[in-house]
Every structure is written in C-alpha cells, then in structure tokens.
C-alpha cells in the first residue's frame, strides 16, 4: 500500500508557473505508474499527465501538452508536475494517483491509491 501527500498549489497570475510535488510513503514507489488528474468547481476529474513506473514513458492530455511535464525521482519517492504559462483554465483542485504497473494509465479508475489533493488557482 502507498501513501500520497500533494503539496506546491497556490496561488499564480496568469502566464506564471508552479510545481507541484507528490511525495509517497512505502517501499515499492517504484514499482508504482503514477498520474496526475485535476478537477475544476462543478467538473468531473480529468486526465492532466502520466509517467510509467521507470519514468522513462509519459503521457499528456491536449489542454497541457507542451506546457506541463511530468516527472519523477524514485530515490526520493516523489513525483512532479511542472506547470509553466498556467491560464485560468488550469485552476484545479490536483490530485496524483498511484498503481502497480509498467507503463502509464490514463483513466482514474485504472488507480488503486490518491492522495488528498492540492488547490491550484490561476488568477486572469
């Protein structure tokens, strides 16, 4: 069983950039595909970024691509989302995900363990 505990939200102006940190708990973070999903006031959660187990493969929903990056530090037995030229659009309670597994996983109910969730919001 793992863990998650979110941190990095707040507060940012439109353009600007924030990371986010998942840090996890146990022995085997490493054997964990990790993923990220946001859900906005009155949304469903969605899709943001996923990273495979060795970090080496990840995937990108369109509405981030090319502005967020998804990465991981399994020595440390945390992952991250970079975020950069954040909109408005982005405000986002951001939740990571966990679950044994290779590659990546896109849908939520593919995670067996979430942490509590970070507030992101993105003032125009």
């Known amino acids: 069983q793992v863990q998650l505990v979110e941190s990095g939200g707040g507060l940012v102006q439109a353009g600007g950039s924030l990371r986010l940190s998942c840090a996890a708990s146990?022995?085997?973070?490493?054997?964990?595909?990790m993923g990220w999903f946001r859900q906005a006031p009155g949304k469903e959660r969605e899709f943001v970024a996923a990273i495979s187990r060795s970090g080496v493969v990840t995937n990108y929903a369109d509405s981030v691509k090319g502005r967020f990056t998804i990465s991981r530090d399994n020595a440390k037995k945390t992952v991250y989302l970079q975020m950069n030229s954040l909109k408005p659009e982005d405000t986002a309670v951001y939740y990571c995900?966990?679950?044994?597994?290779?590659?990546?996983?896109?849908?939520?109910?593919?995670?067996?363990?979430w942490g509590q969730g970070t507030q992101v919001i993105v003032s125009s």
């Open positions: 995900a966990a679950r044994g597994g290779t590659y990546y996983y896109l849908e939520s109910g593919e995670y067996d363990y």
């Open positions: 146990g022995r085997t973070f490493s054997t964990y595909a």
